[in-house]
């Protein structure tokens, strides 16, 4: 990768975390809601195998809330997604895509129900207040919609049942995936879902303000210390062996949910009062002509796709991109993600790419990597 550095200001926000993370010897961070969001630790590989093995803390306060409250926040939550929310309890979070008036991509958040007039929307890497602000005024919506000082800690790792279990007691047990509870610790209260950005397993802890964050993160190492606990952060490899794709990489503005595989979180018909309805219920939009696909690339070096790459097969010519891709050391191979044109898929052709001016074929791969 090659080695630039970006000019740090105001304008690019430091977490509660962040000295903490600088203390554990952060390698490098990456801007993700215009906040700090570390991105290795010891080398991407390195990380990577520990993250497999033991347990690891990531702050990842730039998973910013979205917070709407307020006599219509039921009304703009369910307009706001085309998945359906009539199920949505406080007990179980959402993965909810956020839509356009013509149907594309403007977050993937997880959206969190704190009482039936409060929720919480955790979103990726796109202004979404704004547009949801954009909305409520339009609209004239009796909401409150602001960012909390939230900072989401995830424990992650297959280690990491162990440490929250000696943290917060046994009802940690209980929780399935995607569940959320609320949990006493340090004399404050804390909402903690099983979720979080890696197929390790693990949980993630919406801290309040900035009063506790240090002494959580130093608890957390205190009690992990014998399970090799270490500072971690979203791991590029391990996302893309999971088939997790990252809003601005694997998708933008220009997809529509049903390319981005995210049909099966929609209903059959989408509710005319979502944003989006007209374009989503269209019989085009729903058998999409490319999708994202989990993706080998027969090449044994250690590469990252910092632009898309093309894809080409021999029959169709350009038939798609990769638009994430790193080495896999269990693997063995380049693992990626792309978008490809359901044409070629079903044609069956070779498909290769061009790193470095060569050749190298391209397999379609099942979602996750097994
Ligand atoms: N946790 C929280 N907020 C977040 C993320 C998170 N905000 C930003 C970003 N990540 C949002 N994007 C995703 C993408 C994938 C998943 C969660 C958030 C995810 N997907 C699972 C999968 O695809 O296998 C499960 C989806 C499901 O079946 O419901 O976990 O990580 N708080």
């Not at 961070?29 to 570390?38: D, E, K, S």
């Not at 909401?143 to 279990?165: C, H, N, R, W, Y």
């Not at 990252?304 to 097969?313: A, F, G, H, L």
């Amino acid at each position: 990768m090659s080695h630039h550095f970006l000019s740090l200001s105001h304008r690019i926000r430091k977490t509660h975390f962040t000295q903490k993370v600088m203390n554990a010897g952060v390698k490098s961070f990456t801007v993700y809601n215009h906040m700090l969001l570390p991105t290795v630790f010891s080398s991407v590989e390195e990380d990577y195998h520990h993250l497999k093995k033991e347990v690891q803390i990531w702050d990842v306060s730039c998973e910013r809330q979205v917070e709407i409250s307020g006599q219509d926040a039921k009304k703009l939550i369910q307009k706001i997604t085309p998945r359906d929310l009539a199920s949505l309890t406080m007990k179980k979070c959402f993965y909810a895509p956020l839509v356009s008036s013509n149907g594309r991509m403007i977050n993937d958040p997880i959206i969190i129900m704190l009482a039936e007039d409060r929720y919480w929307v955790s979103i990726a890497d796109s202004d979404a207040l704004l547009w949801i602000m954009g909305i409520a005024t339009g609209l004239q919506l009796n909401v409150s919609l602001f960012e909390p000082d939230v900072s989401p800690l995830a424990i992650q790792g297959p280690k990491s049942k162990t440490l929250m279990k000696r943290l917060f007691g046994s009802e940690i047990d209980k929780m399935k995936f995607f569940e959320v509870a609320e949990f006493q610790f340090l004399g404050s209260s804390f909402i903690i879902s099983r979720s979080g950005w890696s197929k390790q397993g693990g949980y993630e802890i919406y801290v309040n303000g900035p009063e506790l964050a240090e002494t959580l993160w130093d608890k957390l190492f205190e009690a992990g210390y014998d399970l090799n606990v270490r500072a971690g952060c979203p791991n590029l490899i391990e996302r893309i062996e999971g088939g997790l794709l990252s809003y601005g990489n694997d998708m933008t503005l220009a997809n529509t949910p049903f390319e981005c595989g995210f049909g099966k979180f929609l209903p059959k018909v989408v509710a005319n009062h979502c944003i989006g309805a007209q374009t989503l219920n269209s019989d085009k939009v729903r058998s999409p002509s490319k999708i994202i696909k989990s993706l080998s690339i027969d090449h044994k070096e250690r590469i990252y796709c910092e632009d898309p790459w093309e894809i080409y097969d021999m029959k169709n010519g350009k038939v798609g991109q990769i638009t994430s891709a790193a080495y896999s050391p269990d693997f063995q191979k380049v693992v990626a993600l792309g978008m490809i044109k359901t044409r070629s898929i079903e044609s069956e052709q070779t498909m290769y790419t061009i790193i470095n001016n060569k050749k190298h074929t391209i397999q379609i791969e099942e979602k996750p990597f097994i």
